[in-house]
Structure formats: structure tokens, C-alpha cells
């Protein structure tokens, strides 16, 4: 059964740091390009970072260049995202997500919240 499980997430104040998790089951994950993906409330689901299955060469959304970090860890089957320098409008629902043969898996979710 493939699956995708989100962790890491929780309440931090700006310009404090989160590591965000996300373990495969079911498949490897070092085939596909693994996507972070985000909804705050309100909002439609934007893409926040990817890595890639080839060469591992990542993008970013511009709001958040030079502060997030994604990398994987084939032998954890484990991408990651590092958040650093967080900021309000970071807050949301923080999904996992690959795609294969059209279709698009997500994990559950986990809430990433940035207030003093």
C-alpha cells in the first residue's frame, strides 16, 4: 500500500526553524520527483519545493528561496524539508506528494503555525 506521512510540523515563532518530514511506504521514492506542497486557511494548495529522482536538483517557490531546504534520504526513504527564518505567512497545512502514471498521491498533512 503506497502511502506518504507527514511530520515535523508545529508551533514556532518567527524566525524560528522546522524540519518537516515526509517516509514513504509502499514504494521507493528515490524513482520520483517528490514534492512539498502547502494550503493555508482560505487558500488554495501552492507548491513550496521539489526534488528530483535523477539528480536530485530541487526548486523553490520564490517565497521561499534562501530559507527552505529540501533533500532526500533514499536509504530512510525520507525527503525532508528545513524551514529556517519563519515567517507568519509560512502557516499551513504541509503536504508530501508524487505522482505516478497520472496520478497524484498526498500524505495527510501536517500544520506548520508561525506566531509569537
Known amino acids: 500500500q503506497v502511502q506518504l506521512v507527514e511530520s515535523g510540523g508545529g508551533l514556532v515563532q518567527p524566525g524560528g526553524s522546522l524540519r518537516l518530514s515526509c517516509v514513504a511506504s509502499g514504494f521507493s521514492l528515490d524513482y520520483y520527483v517528490i514534492g512539498w506542497f502547502r494550503q493555508a486557511p482560505g487558500k488554495e494548495r501552492e507548491g513550496v519545493s521539489c526534488?528530483?529522482?535523477?539528480?536530485?536538483?530541487?526548486c523553490y517557490a520564490d517565497s521561499v528561496k534562501g530559507r527552505f531546504t529540501i533533500s532526500r534520504d533514499n536509504a530512510k526513504n525520507t525527503v525532508y524539508l528545513q524551514m529556517n527564518s519563519l515567517k507568519p505567512d509560512d502557516t499551513a497545512v504541509y503536504y508530501c506528494?508524487?505522482?505516478?502514471?497520472?496520478?497524484?498521491?498526498w500524505g495527510q498533512g501536517t500544520q506548520v503555525t508561525v506566531s509569537s
Open positions: 526534488i528530483s529522482s535523477s539528480d536530485n536538483s530541487t
Open positions: 506528494n508524487y505522482r505516478r502514471e497520472g496520478i497524484d498521491y
